[in-house]
């Protein structure tokens, strides 16, 4: 189960931080967002072992994933953030690392939505 949280709105420039806390550990844990009409996009993904990560060509440099292994939750900090940012935020999750990480369909335990909004 994961529970996702720290959506808000924020301007152009700004910072939010999303919180997602999982009830144990799992292979990998990942950040996709849907913005309004549009498909959902892969944003950032870490391998809960090691602390790898992937990012989407279009917040790398500005978002940074990570864990905090005694509390069992994925962090996503967002910085410089762009009214393209604007869009639910879902975290998933899977047992095992894929190549295929940036799939949703790869994601077998998703969050609730929390939504991000930026304002310009």
Excluded: H
Aim: with cysteine.
């Amino acid at each position: 189960q994961l529970q996702a949280s720290g959506g808000g709105l924020a301007q152009a420039g700004g910072s939010l931080r999303l919180s997602c806390a999982a009830s144990s550990r799992t292979g990998v844990m990942g950040w996709f967002r849907q913005a309004p009409g549009k498909e959902r996009e892969f944003v950032a993904v870490i391998r809960w072992g090691d602390g790898n990560t992937r990012y989407a060509d279009s917040v790398k440099g500005r978002f940074t994933i990570s864990r905090d292994i005694a509390k069992v939750t994925v962090y996503l900090q967002m910085n410089s953030l762009k009214p393209e940012d604007t869009a639910v935020y879902y975290c998933a999750a899977r047992p095992i690392y894929s190549v295929r990480y940036y799939d949703s369909e790869q994601y077998n335990i998703w969050g609730q939505g929390t939504l991000v909004t930026v304002s310009s």
